[in-house]
């Protein structure tokens, strides 16, 4: 079995930081891309940011200079900084990788089980 768990969500006020992390664990052969979505009340999901296995970063336009994606191969994680933040970045947060079960051959979508984010104005 494959798991996803994110943690570091949690209140903050406009202007702060916080920093995401998801852990990816189980019976892993490899991971491609990873990246994190969010969802807030009444809306889509939608790409935030994402990252390939060898760490090029696409960024959503609304956070492109404010968040920071990266990852960590050996440890299976990947982490999202965000900085200056508005309050309408509040949302779910969801980690998503594209990952190899061990003795398969195709990538399977993952998602996490999400993390609250609250920005205060």
């Known amino acids: 079995q494959v798991q996803l768990v994110e943690s570091g969500g949690g209140l903050a006020q406009a202007g702060g930081s916080l920093r995401l992390s998801c852990a990816a664990s189980?019976?892993?052969?490899?991971?491609?891309?990873m990246g994190w979505y969010r969802q807030a009340p009444g809306k889509q999901r939608e790409l935030v940011a994402a990252?390939?296995?060898?760490?090029?970063?696409k960024y959503a336009d609304s956070v492109k200079g404010r968040f920071t994606i990266s990852r960590d191969n050996a440890k299976n994680t990947v982490y999202l900084q965000m900085n200056s933040l508005k309050p309408e970045d509040t949302a779910v947060y969801y980690c998503?990788?594209?990952?190899?079960?061990?003795?398969?051959?195709?990538?399977?979508?993952?998602w996490g089980q999400g993390t609250q984010v609250t920005v205060s104005s």
């Open positions: 998503n990788g594209g990952i190899i079960k061990r003795g398969s051959y195709f990538p399977q979508e993952y």
């Open positions: 990252i390939t296995s060898g760490g090029s970063p």
């Open positions: 189980g019976s892993i052969s490899s991971i491609n891309s």
